[in-house]
Structure formats: structure tokens, C-alpha cells
């Protein structure tokens, strides 16, 4: 059974204070990492996909970096925007069909 | 292009009440899927379709019901609404035959049982 688990679950950082969020996950043949941005009352707003081990993307103040075991958000001089739940998923298994397994969420709150 | 629709936005219903929650995507996407999304839970699959014609339970379909009408709108149906089935619900769709296998989800339907 695929398994993710995301630490913390809650993080408070003060704006420019550098921080990174762990998901661990098990998985038979992973197919894909995600990682998401949830804000209040919304849905999920797709981030990134990592497929293989040592592969990393960036997107503004955000990157995502990928292990055999475990992925990490890294968040760069973070910003009060920047507050939201992340939400990291894998896709394994049977193949490219096989819905994404989520994790319970990192809580960010930025300070200013 | 509006991506995933999801109706309604809001919904309180009766313990015992019917309805149904309706899904409908513009990406021409072969995949859909239902979840819901309670505190301290994270997102649970109820059912999803990987593609027209097909539907498959997830890890929390008791209670629920869903058609795949066709290939852009998928709907989810509670026959008889219990206080459980209070949650916030979301659709999603992927097309696996692309490159970019993400999921593209909606804004969620808040659904109070009373």
C-alpha cells in the first residue's frame, strides 16, 4: 500500500526565515512525486513533479528536491504570501492510471 | 478555459437526504476523480475513473455512488446523507497518456449533513 507522510504538520516562520518541509513516502515503482499549494477554501493548486531520484525544480522562492525515500520543499526568504497548506502525493504502483495517495499536509504560516 | 467545475459550491442536507455532487472538466482528460478532505485527515479517494466507461472504488466508497456520464463530467451521489458524510469534497482529472501526469482539481464542494 503507497504511503505518504508529511512532517510538520504545522510550521510559523518569520518573513526571509528559510525553512524546508520533509514528505516520506513508500511506494511499489513510483511514478511520480507532486507537490501542491492548498489555501483556505480552495482547491489544490498543482506546484511540481519530480519522477526520479536526484531530480530538483524551482519555481520563484520554492524547490523541490527528491531522494529514494523522501522529498523535501525547500522555501526560500519566505514571504507572508507564501502561507498556505502543502500537500505532497505519489503515483505508483499499477502504472500512470493509478490515483494519486496524499499526505495529510504541512501547514506554513508566514509572519511579517 | 475553466479547467474543473464543481457544483454547488454549498450544500447543508438532512441526515437521510439524496443528492448529488456534480463534476464536469474542459481538458479532454481520460481520468476523474472524487475525494474529500476532512481535518487533520488529508485528502481520502472515494472513487475514481480512469477512463469513460470505467469506475473504480477508492479507500473510503462506502456510502457513495458514482457515474461517469461521460468522458468530461463525473458525479458523485450520496443516496442517503449521514453526519459522516460531512466533509469537503473534491474533484480532480489527469490524463496519463501525456508527458505532465498531474492532477488538475476543482474549488471543492462543502457539504454539511445535519
Known amino acids: 500500500e503507497d504511503q505518504v507522510t508529511q512532517s510538520p504538520e504545522a510550521l510559523r516562520l518569520q518573513e526571509g526565515e528559510s525553512s524546508s518541509l520533509n514528505c516520506s513516502y513508500t511506494?511499489?515503482?513510483?511514478?511520480?512525486l507532486f507537490w501542491y499549494r492548498q489555501d483556505p477554501g480552495k482547491g489544490p493548486e498543482f506546484l511540481f513533479t519530480l519522477y526520479s531520484a536526484g531530480e530538483e525544480k524551482e519555481k520563484e522562492r520554492l524547490k523541490a528536491t527528491l531522494t529514494k525515500k523522501e522529498s523535501f520543499l525547500h522555501i526560500t526568504a519566505p514571504k507572508p504570501e507564501d502561507s498556505a497548506t502543502y500537500l505532497c502525493a505519489v503515483r505508483g504502483t499499477s502504472g500512470r492510471n493509478t490515483p494519486l495517495v496524499f499526505g495529510k499536509g504541512t501547514r506554513l504560516s508566514v509572519i511579517a | 478555459n475553466a479547467g474543473v467545475t464543481q457544483t454547488p459550491k454549498f450544500q447543508v442536507l438532512k441526515t437521510g437526504q439524496s443528492m448529488t455532487l456534480q463534476c464536469a472538466q474542459d481538458?479532454?482528460?481520460?481520468?476523474m476523480y472524487w475525494y474529500r478532505q476532512d481535518p487533520g485527515m488529508g485528502l481520502r479517494l472515494i472513487y475514481y475513473s480512469a477512463s469513460e466507461g470505467t469506475t473504480d472504488k477508492g479507500e473510503v466508497p462506502n456510502g457513495y455512488n458514482v457515474s461517469r456520464l461521460n468522458k468530461r463530467e463525473f458525479s458523485l451521489r450520496l443516496e442517503s446523507a449521514a453526519p459522516s458524510q460531512t466533509s469537503v469534497y473534491f474533484c480532480a482529472s489527469s490524463d496519463p497518456s501525456r508527458v505532465n501526469t498531474e492532477a488538475f482539481f476543482g474549488q471543492g464542494t462543502r457539504l454539511t449533513v445535519v
Open positions: 511506494v511499489s515503482g513510483l511514478r511520480g
Open positions: 481538458m479532454n482528460h481520460n481520468s
